[in-house]
Nanobody, 120 residues
Framework: QVQLEESGGGSVQAGGSLRLSCAAP????????MNWFRQNPGKRRDLVEQ???????TYTDAVKGRFTIFRDGAKNTFYLEMPNLKPEDTAVYYC??????????????WGQGTRVTVAS
């Protein structure tokens, strides 16, 4: 079983910065698709950014030009760098990753979620 471990959420003032991280265990062989989603109570979970193993990225318009998704391949960890935070960025952020295990089985897993609160 693959367990993605998230960290890095917290409370900041508008204009502040946070970096979220999502670590995959050593039992994986590949990390092909890396996603960050966010969700508020009563709302759907929306994709914020996606990074593929070929380096291509997709951003939602609300964060384009502000947030950056990137990966540390040596650690099987990917990140969401969030500068210039706005109150509307407040949400629980979830990472999602998919790829292959060492035995070539496929996986897709979610992190446990980390709360980001941005005060105005």
């Amino acid at each position: 079983q693959v367990q993605l471990e998230e960290s890095g959420g917290g409370s900041v003032q508008a204009g502040g910065s946070l970096r979220l991280s999502c670590a995959a265990p050593g039992t994986i062989s590949t990390l092909d698709t890396m996603n960050w989603f966010r969700q508020n109570p009563g709302k759907r979970r929306d994709l914020v950014e996606q990074l593929l193993s070929d380096g291509s990225t997709t951003y939602t318009d609300a964060v384009k030009g502000r947030f950056t998704i990137f990966r540390d391949g040596a650690k099987n960890t990917f990140y969401l760098e969030m500068p210039n935070l706005k109150p509307e960025d407040t949400a629980v952020y979830y990472c999602n990753g998919s790829g292959h295990l060492l035995d070539d089985d496929v996986y897709e897993e979610w992190g446990q979620g980390t709360r980001v609160t941005v005060a105005s």
